[in-house]
Each structure stands twice: as structure tokens, then as C-alpha cells.
């Protein structure tokens, strides 16, 4: 079992930057590809950004490439969502998620078995 916790969102002007962290418990959480989504009102999550178990894959989203970087510390089960030159297109609740998966990085939500409880990101034009 993995429980993930989100903190770091927050209100922002366009142009500034937010770094996101996802810390996660349970001794497994190294073996666990991770997510960042992001969903806005009525709308389904999108994956943003993810990252292999071992951190040597990642995926990103056309609309977050070159500002957006993730990252993690397996000796501090935390992922990490550095965002630069927010835009008020990017404006959701962002999600943790994440599976225990060696290899890859999945790309769907259902793919995912852990969650995290959705952090805002506010960015005002």
C-alpha cells in the first residue's frame, strides 16, 4: 500500500514558478512509476508529466514541454513537479499517482492504482 501526499500548489501570476512535491509512504514507493495529472472543472485528469521507477524515462504532455520538469528522490519517496512560466491555461487541481511498475511509464489514469488527494495550482493572467 502507497499513500501519497501533494503539497506545494498555491496562487501564482503568469510567468512565475511553482514547484509541486509528492511524498509518498510505504517502502515500494521506489519500485513505483509516478504521474502528475491535472483536471480541470468537469473535465477528465490528463497526465502532465511521469516518470519511471527508476527515473531514467519520463513523459510529458505537449502543452508543459520545455516548462515543466519532473523529478524524484527514491531515498525520500517524493516526486517532484518543478513548473516554470505558468500560464493561466494552467490552472487544475494536479494529482499524484502512481503503480508499482518497473519498467515504462504508464499514460492513462486507470493505469494508476494510488492517488493522491489533488492539489490546486492557481495562475492569474
Known amino acids: 500500500q502507497v499513500q501519497l501526499v501533494e503539497s506545494g500548489g498555491g496562487l501564482v501570476q503568469a510567468g512565475e514558478s511553482l514547484r509541486l512535491s509528492c511524498a509518498a509512504s510505504g517502502s515500494t514507493f521506489s519500485s513505483c512509476a509516478t504521474g502528475w495529472f491535472r483536471q480541470y472543472p468537469g473535465k477528465e485528469r490528463v497526465l502532465v508529466a511521469a516518470i519511471s521507477a527508476s527515473g531514467h524515462a519520463t513523459y510529458y504532455d505537449d502543452s508543459v514541454k520545455g516548462r515543466f520538469t519532473i523529478s524524484r528522490d527514491n531515498a525520500k519517496n517524493t516526486v517532484y513537479l518543478q513548473m516554470k512560466s505558468l500560464k493561466p491555461e494552467d490552472t487544475a487541481v494536479y494529482y499524484c499517482?502512481?503503480?508499482?511498475?518497473?519498467?515504462?511509464?504508464?499514460?492513462?489514469?486507470?493505469?494508476?492504482?494510488?492517488w493522491g488527494q489533488g492539489n490546486q495550482v492557481t495562475v492569474s493572467a
Open positions: 499517482a502512481a503503480v508499482p511498475r518497473r519498467i515504462g511509464v504508464p499514460l492513462t489514469p486507470g493505469e494508476y492504482e494510488y
